[in-house]
């Protein structure tokens, strides 16, 4: 996960072995034709009607921006600290605005209560919270939450509340749910294979409205406003445009749903062949992650994961160590592993004996 794609990586290539960098007016005008792409692709691939989207930061700097514009907008006429529901599975570079800064007081609402409608109507018409942050897939274990379900008791019970959703873990590999949440976001290098610092939103129309802006030095990219002050003004790394551009391509043409289902049974093979190792070894485990999902979360319980973590990334195997993860009333460490459509079983197959000499050589200890 994380690797930029060929297409991506030759389109840099391409744009530094050309003297646009000399011209800045050129670089502008490469952006702007790139943006309009992104948007009409996006429209292809996602049914966003109703919403404006921006080309952004990627997600953690983004929601930086996000966080403070809403912050702007909830102090006209109205006295923090403002309320935020979000749940107990966030990752910090999603909900940390939110948790650092002194004007926004977080509850994290319990699992039984999001996933339980009499009671989520309870407290959200007891506490009236001014904003819902929740994540579209959870970032250690894969899982989703049934966003349309809560959405729908939120909207109905809290219509004016801002409903953001941190598609960090899912932009590329699970539809989005647009409808009824006012914000969506996430980044272009995980899922896409897009470029590392961009970022793709979405933003309600009425919250447009609302908020009025994001940036605000009068013009952005466009000079005349098109996109409202949605659009990133000022110097920037102008092939960010045509390297989104062109991991969407690649994605549309290699098609959203091949994507998920061949990664979801690459992971359904792993998943088997790693379980097969470590009841082989007799390793204690818990898997936290669904069983169809592109992604594979294992805690080993009383083998400390981090060694093996750090033995798989010398080898050059990219994964996820995600220490002290609340379960089931528990901290766990967890190793996380993605599975991109691209990859083979052959690889997959090399992980593997990469994780049985570790464990063989530890038995010997």
């Known amino acids: 996960m994380g690797t930029t794609s060929s297409v991506v990586r030759n389109v840099r290539v391409e744009l530094e072995s050309e003297e646009v960098y000399a011209n800045p007016i050129r ?12 948007v009409n692709v996006s429209r292809e691939i996602w049914s966003s009607e109703g919403y404006i989207q921006a080309v952004l930061p990627s997600a ?25 529901f979000t749940s107990a599975f966030e990752h910090e570079g999603g909900i940390g605005p939110f948790l650092h800064l002194p004007e926004f007081a977080v509850e994290i609402v319990p699992d039984q209560i999001l996933n339980e409608d009499r009671l989520l109507r309870h407290l959200l018409g007891k506490e009236k919270p001014d ?25 109905d019970v809290v219509p004016n509340a801002i409903f953001i959703l941190d598609a960090a873990q899912s932009l590329g590999i699970h539809s989005l749910p647009f409808g009824l ?37 009068g013009n952005g990219l466009f000079n ?17 445009y045509k390297e989104i551009s062109v991991s969407l391509d690649l994605y549309q043409s290699t098609g959203p749903l091949a ?34 999902s592109p992604m594979f979360s ?24 995600i220490k002290d993860y609340t379960y089931n009333g528990s901290l766990i460490n967890i190793i996380r592993f993605g599975f991109p459509y691209y990859e083979s079983i052959s690889r997959i197959e090399a992980v593997i004996e990469y994780i049985r000499r570790y464990l063989h050589d530890i038995s010997l200890d």
């Open 181 to 217: 949440v006012d914000v969506i976001f996430g980044s272009t290098h995980k899922w896409l294979f897009g470029p590392h610092g961009g970022g793709l939103a979405w933003f309600k129309l009425n919250f447009c409205q609302w908020i009025e802006g994001i940036f605000w030095t």
């Open 27 to 38: 670089l502008y005008e490469l952006a702007r034709v790139s943006y309009n792409h992104i």
């Open 259 to 292: 994507i998920f289902n061949r990664s979801c049974l690459l992971c359904k093979y792993a998943r088997k062949r790693m379980i097969g190792l470590f009841e082989e070894y007799g390793i204690h485990f818990d898997i936290i992650s669904d069983e169809f």
């Open 60 to 84: 953690s700097q983004m929601i930086n921006i996000i966080c403070l514009n809403v912050m702007r907008r909830l102090r006209k006429g109205n006295h923090a600290p403002f309320k935020v």
């Open 131 to 155: 904003i819902i942050f929740i994540s579209h897939v959870r970032y250690a274990d894969g899982i989703m939450p049934n966003i349309e379900s809560i959405a729908h008791t939120v909207k």
């Open 224 to 240: 005349n406003n098109v996109h409202g002050y949605f659009d990133m003004p000022g110097g920037q790394s102008f092939s960010l």
């Open 298 to 321: 294992v805690s080993l319980r009383r083998l400390d994961a981090y060694p093996l973590y750090k033995y798989l990334i010398c080898l050059g195997v990219s994964i996820k160590y």
